[in-house]
């Protein structure tokens, strides 16, 4: 009945997604405060910042500034974010902070493409060439594959199975091309369309065509089915997944301002923790990082953890009666 | 892979659950406009109010007035909630515009039973062999069994699914002795402590046991995995659901004030459509109803689908594009 996993690994993406869409200044210090309160829930892999332009994205003008001043601590791995050679030269600048790693990143959607990344499929790929040459110079490898847009879209509408595996065969194609050793399949449902039978059929189909890649999951929770996509995807064994404290985030580009973004760190911890999944994160250290999360930026966020608290103290009130 | 049910049958709790944690007055009016928009989105079942004491539940001192004054339509069926035969009597005032039907009702945990229900298990069972007597009495068959707090407790702490079981039982005798036959058995996950996991446990553990009777989920989503597991009793083939717009409501009695409630709705019709699984409700129009729950009740509800919209118009402009 189950092939759920003994433990997953979450990569925290609450300051780099949450930041990105901040509809108010975060002061430099806020963002490093709220890094620093994630360093000490246990999360084994942060995301800390988006080396990308800030004519672009302005809420990560100062990453550099963000990834200079937050404290790391052992055992936990800090990435960052970057989509061409210039951000990967800001990123070799902190080699001593951040793990870095490179990624070929299409979008299975022709038209979420041109808005996220600037170019069409065709041209992103060519793009990518360079980039790709760039972190071989750099002796920085290039280990994952990475799907936008691999479940729909905003403006292109159904993203078919069909789809979202030709996205990923561009990528591994490019990778083989380039002799790229790809490790991490990563998919996204950018924007929110998922439901659980179709996480099962994409989820399916990657592993079938790619058996030796790991597929990650990055799932956003525009319309309340993210926990129910990251159940459907752990009863498939998936083990990897992003999230965000608090449920922070969303895409700039995807058309729809004041969406609800990522799934939320602390509900998918509490999901799996209670089905006796490991992800060594303290739930209530979580949700005390979501909180401050609100403080810092300024306003409530979507995850109902955060409203209805953990069974913790209710556990252990229980417990003492 | 999948025993998904072809349709599910929602009963719609918005009004009830909503109004009955209200924290401010809510005109009758309002009430009846709400009532009659979730009349207009297609669900067939509605439950409009609660014949309880004023005085434990002041927000439904109204409900005589409030089923009195909305709309019925064909094809909806109108539901209320009693515990006594005093809410008995209420109700029977109303026959010719309720669906009237008796319950059951018991608690798995002895500590919540004091709280919500006012007596110890024991106690319950007794008080309901009068109530019992009373249905009987006005023709009105007690086809329900009705266990709350199922899954978990905030007083007691966790309820193993033995305990849940046992409560079960102990309705369905009581139900043999007084010659009641129950139909469905609806377990609430009253407090927001179940997991997904924990649903096929005790829902494979009750229908193993009680094979002739349908299994009804009531669920809350006070942490976050309401709809999860939802999506894991779907895949059991669970067909009957109770949910509230907007993610109303929640138990006065739980001891969590500002917990998030119900699962809600539109995210529920939106799992379940999105996986080929027919409602009968319009997404579009339950999300407006939503939107006007929002407004009587003078607060934000939970839904993340109310913020984030349906995929209806981004479909019909990609469509369009």
């Not at 879209?153 to 199975?161: I, L, Q, S």
């Not at 002799?179 to 059929?201: H, K, Q």
């Not at 089905?275 to 810092?296: F, K, N, P, Q, S």
Request: net charge neutral.
């Amino acid at each position: 009945m189950s092939d759920l996993p003994r433990s997953v690994r979450i990569t925290e993406e609450g300051p780099r997604e949450g930041f990105q869409i901040a509809t108010q200044p975060v002061p430099t210090a806020d963002k490093i405060a709220l890094i620093d309160a994630l360093s000490a829930t246990g999360a084994p892999r942060i995301q800390v910042a988006s080396f990308v332009s800030p004519k672009r994205v302005p809420g990560w003008a100062d990453a550099d500034a963000v990834v200079a001043g937050f404290t790391p601590r052992a055992r936990v791995s800090y990435t960052a974010l970057w989509f061409n050679p210039q951000g990967l030269v800001r990123a070799l600048g902190f080699k001593d902070r951040l793990s870095l790693y490179g990624s070929i990143t299409v979008a299975a959607s022709e038209a979420f493409s041109l808005k996220n990344l600037n170019r069409d499929r065709t041209g992103q790929i060519a793009a990518q060439r360079e980039t790709i040459a760039a972190h071989q110079s750099a002796g920085v490898a290039v280990t994952r594959a990475s799907v936008q847009a691999a479940f729909g879209c905003n403006f292109a509408g159904e993203v078919t199975p069909a789809e979202a595996i030709a996205a990923v065969a561009d990528a591994m194609a490019l990778a083989e091309e380039t002799g790229c050793a790809i490790e991490r399949i990563s998919l996204a449902d950018t924007m929110g369309w998922a439901n659980p039978l179709l996480i099962e059929r994409v989820v399916g189909a990657v592993r079938a065509r790619w058996p030796a890649q790991k597929v990650s999951l990055h799932l956003h929770d525009t319309r309340g089915l993210g926990i129910p996509n990251a159940f459907a995807a752990l009863r498939m064994g998936v083990d990897e997944f992003d999230a965000a404290v608090g449920g922070a985030g969303g895409c700039p580009f995807a058309g729809h301002p004041g969406a609800p973004g990522n799934i939320a760190t602390e509900e998918l911890v509490l999901l799996c923790e209670e089905m006796g999944i490991a992800t060594g994160i303290d739930i209530d250290a979580m949700i005390a990082a979501g909180h401050l999360a609100e403080r810092v930026l300024g306003r409530t966020l979507p995850s109902a953890l955060l409203r209805g608290g953990s069974l913790t103290a209710f556990r252990a009130k229980a417990r003492a009666a």
